[in-house]
């Protein structure tokens, strides 16, 4: 198992397909197109980690018959060891003609299903008993035992299956995704036609890159929104003057913090300039502060100097100045110490934001000084009687507050009446939270492109019916007008995103497992969000006929730092049967409150298993090898590779595989009569059935078992 970080999720996903359902296009095709596509993508700056999904690998397949097997009396043994023998080459020396030394190659590597299939094993009966008369030998274009396909709409709206292939692209650490991205596509679009072949569609299903670049571009909206509505705000509430100080001091602090960032490492990305935005309206507050104080002394009666007016409002404010920056910092700084996957997210947030409060009371202490004398001039402070400040009124700001106290502070009914009401407001808006007219939420609801449906059908099941479910819910999904195609996976995983990291989504490859890429089109052709669209998908697959035990789930891509589940239970307890049953009590709590939908386990129901056991006694009886028949065991329900077909050209080799076709392996009288060689004695040639050496017993698997903190524990 091999463990993933944040930056190796792919930015770029590109699914390869079929252009035409009914081409000849096999899913070894593109395989092939898919590894020299990866290969020369690798070569792009700033490309990381790669990888294929629904990738196929050919084989030339030798399928034993063990019925014939038995008729021409040959083993499974004989059969590997008579292939592997005869598929050698190698250099056998050097010999010398005329004068000259020549290196001299010995045999030949099999490359054709042919040259195999006509390989003498023995002889029975005085008769030649060849490979091709105990075995299928052909060429399997697909050896893998899962399904990956795109589902699209044809002409007329009905669903369609194709082949797939899917290339990940991930980016290098600190690189900038939006240029990776861009290079990635225009590389693609040269090799089409080339490396691409006609026949082969390329779709990008992931493009990273493209949203953030949308999140960044509205990150930064949003942050020049906000400084334009506080130099707005000061504008009218203390001057223009003033406005025109806090309009170059924001930017001073923001390109301050933005190389304080560079230097701490941190890139500009949407979760640093959400720390910008978050700090944006406290870090002017220092700034605004001292603005205030000098406007105010410059209007205290008397006038004065300018200058050591200016320095002595700043001194005023100084000491609080600093304790209320110091303050924020202290509240922000904890974030910085968060660990595990939460880390690399969260931290930008109180460093950027930290920074930014550390450099805005430095410029409000020498910046804003500095840029109010410039602005104000040479001139004395306004005496008394005139000026905007005259009379200490606080400006239109302060006449405002003034005009609105008076009344309340003119009686203690006034004064009582007006806390009254205050207090009566308070507990009428915090009733809003019981009559859920005000939703309660951490982060608001993304609208992201993308869905996905993760499918666990019971412990057990085949890869072919995980299949049928994903191709139900593409077809579902599929009747929903936002969305483009879908990307059904039986028994592998979808290219990973940030929520499948946390969910450690890339290990789930069982054959019971699954898994339903949802790509919808761009947010601004449609109407509903993302979020809306998972609603309505939720709703439409709780009509689907399922198999019994079958838990599918809307997975939607979270606006914030992603997490294992929205509402998840650990149970602890002092023995694996303790944990069950109290999870399952847990489990049915969850299930009978309507608002939590997709529940599930971490345990589930054990699987059947089949266990081979060998007689001792029919052992010594028949003289079998136990090794013989722990080898005959393997091959019949796995696969070996007994040598590999080398077919030149810069081709790779492909593997010659001794396995049995999916459709056989099925543990009945017919893979049990498989013979095995007995009596093995020099110059003995016996065999005898499998069946009469092994007994097969049908028994539970055992429960997965999840560890904490070296506690065992159930979800």
């Known amino acids: 198992m091999v463990g993933r970080g944040i930056d190796d999720v792919a930015i770029v996903t590109l699914t390869l397909a079929p252009v035409d359902p009914a081409a000849n296009v096999t899913a070894a095709d593109l395989t092939r197109v898919a590894r020299e596509l990866r290969v020369d993508l690798a070569t792009i700056a700033d490309v990381g980690l790669t990888y294929l999904v629904g990738e196929a690998d050919d084989a030339i397949r030798i399928a034993p018959d063990p019925e014939r097997l038995a008729l021409a009396g040959v083993t499974l043994q004989q059969l590997s060891a008579k292939v592997s023998g005869a598929n050698r080459s190698f250099a056998a020396g050097v010999v010398r003609e005329d004068g000259r030394q020549i290196r001299m190659l010995a045999g030949r590597t099999l490359a054709t299903p042919e040259e195999i299939g006509n390989l003498l094993l023995t002889t029975r009966d005085d008769r030649p008993v060849y490979v091709r008369d105990v075995a299928d030998v052909a060429y399997v274009p697909d050896m893998s035992d899962l399904y990956v396909a795109e589902v699209t709409r044809d002409a007329v709206g009905a669903p369609v299956r194709r082949p797939a292939v899917t290339l990940a692209i991930a980016k290098r650490a600190g690189a900038n995704a939006?240029?990776?991205?861009?290079?990635?596509?225009?590389?693609?679009?040269?090799?089409?036609?080339?490396?691409?072949?006609?026949?082969?569609?390329?779709?990008?299903?992931?493009?990273?890159?493209?949203?953030?670049?949308?999140?960044?571009?509205?990150?930064?909206?949003?942050?020049?929104?906000?400084?334009?509505?506080?130099?707005?705000?000061?504008?009218?509430?203390?001057?223009?003057?003033?406005?025109?100080v806090v309009a170059i001091v924001i930017p001073v602090t923001i390109l301050l913090t933005l190389f304080a960032s560079w230097l701490m490492g941190y890139t500009l990305n949407r979760v640093s300039l959400f720390a910008l935005i978050f700090s944006i309206?406290?870090?002017?507050?220092?700034?605004?502060?001292?603005?205030?104080?000098?406007?105010?002394?410059?209007?205290?009666?008397?006038?004065?100097?300018?200058?050591?007016?200016?320095?002595?409002?700043?001194?005023?404010?100084?000491?609080?100045?600093?304790?209320?920056?110091?303050?924020?910092?202290?509240?922000?700084?904890?974030?910085?110490?968060?660990?595990?996957?939460?880390?690399?997210?969260?931290?930008?947030?109180?460093?950027?934001?930290?920074?930014?409060?550390?450099?805005?009371?430095?410029v409000a202490v020498t910046v804003t000084p500095w840029l109010m004398l410039k602005l104000a001039g040479p001139a004395v402070a306004t005496p008394a009687g005139g000026g905007h400040h005259a009379d200490h009124d606080g400006g239109l700001l302060g006449r405002l507050y003034a005009e609105a106290a008076r009344p309340v502070l003119a009686s203690k009914t006034a004064s009582w009446a007006f806390l009254a009401i205050v207090g009566v407001l308070t507990l009428g808006s915090l009733a809003l939270f019981y009559t859920q007219h005000v939703t309660v939420k951490l982060l608001p609801f993304?609208?992201?492109?993308?869905?996905?449906?993760?499918?666990?059908?019971?412990?057990?099941?085949?890869?072919?019916?995980?299949?049928?479910?994903?191709?139900?819910?593409?077809?579902?999904?599929?009747?929903?007008?936002?969305?483009?195609?879908?990307?059904?996976?039986?028994?592998?995983?979808?290219?990973?995103?940030?929520?499948?990291?946390?969910?450690?989504?890339?290990?789930?490859?069982?054959?019971?497992?699954?898994?339903?890429?949802?790509?919808?089109?761009?947010?601004?052709?449609?109407?509903?969000?993302?979020?809306?669209?998972?609603?309505d998908l939720r709703q439409r697959l709780g009509a689907l006929t399922l198999p019994a035990g079958t838990v599918l789930k809307v997975v939607e891509p979270p606006p914030g730092p992603p997490v294992m589940a929205t509402l998840l239970a650990e149970i602890y307890g002092p023995d694996a049967a303790t944990r069950r049953a109290v999870a399952a009590r847990v489990e049915a709590a969850f299930r009978s409150v309507p608002f939590i939908v997709d529940v599930d386990n971490s345990f589930g129901a054990p699987a059947p298993r089949l266990r081979a056991t060998i007689s001792p006694d029919d052992l010594a009886f028949f003289g079998v090898q136990e090794s013989d028949v722990f080898d005959t065991l393997a091959i019949l329900g796995g696969e070996t590779t007994v040598g590999y077909s080398h077919r030149g050209g810069g081709r790779p080799p492909i593997p010659i595989t001794l396995a049995l076709p999916r459709a056989d392996k099925v543990a009945g009288e017919r893979m049990l009569a498989t013979p095995i060689a007995a009596d093995v004695l020099p110059g003995a040639t016996g065999v005898v059935e499998l069946g009469d050496v092994v007994r097969l017993a049908r028994e539970p698997a055992s429960y997965p078992v999840f560890r904490h903190t070296a506690s065992t524990r159930k979800w």
Not at 317 to 330: E, F, Q, R
Not at 502 to 526: F, I
């Open 178 to 244: 939006v240029t990776v991205a861009g290079h990635i596509l225009e590389r693609v679009e040269t090799l089409k036609g080339h490396l691409i072949p006609s026949s082969m569609a390329v779709t990008v299903t992931r493009n990273y890159g493209e949203s953030a670049n949308e999140k960044a571009n509205e990150l930064l909206f949003h942050l020049g929104l906000a400084t334009l509505s506080i130099i707005a705000l000061v504008f009218f509430a203390i001057g223009r003057r003033e406005a025109l």
């Open 281 to 362: 309206g406290i870090l002017v507050d220092d700034a605004i502060v001292v603005i205030e104080n000098i406007a105010r002394h410059w209007g205290m009666a008397g006038g004065g100097d300018r200058r050591q007016s200016a320095i002595a409002a700043v001194a005023e404010v100084g000491n609080p100045t600093i304790v209320a920056t110091l303050t924020v910092v202290a509240a922000l700084l904890p974030m910085m110490f968060v660990s595990g996957m939460m880390g690399p997210y969260m931290s930008p947030i109180p460093a950027n934001a930290s920074a930014a409060m550390i450099f805005s009371f430095f």
């Open 446 to 535: 993304d609208n992201k492109a993308e869905l996905s449906v993760t499918i666990d059908l019971p412990e057990g099941a085949s890869v072919e019916a995980t299949d049928a479910v994903a191709q139900d819910v593409a077809r579902v999904a599929l009747a929903l007008p936002e969305v483009i195609s879908a990307g059904t996976h039986a028994a592998t995983a979808a290219p990973f995103n940030f929520n499948g990291l946390v969910r450690h989504a890339y290990l789930r490859a069982a054959p019971e497992m699954g898994e339903v890429q949802v790509n919808l089109s761009s947010k601004a052709d449609r109407d509903r969000p993302s979020h809306a669209i998972a609603l």
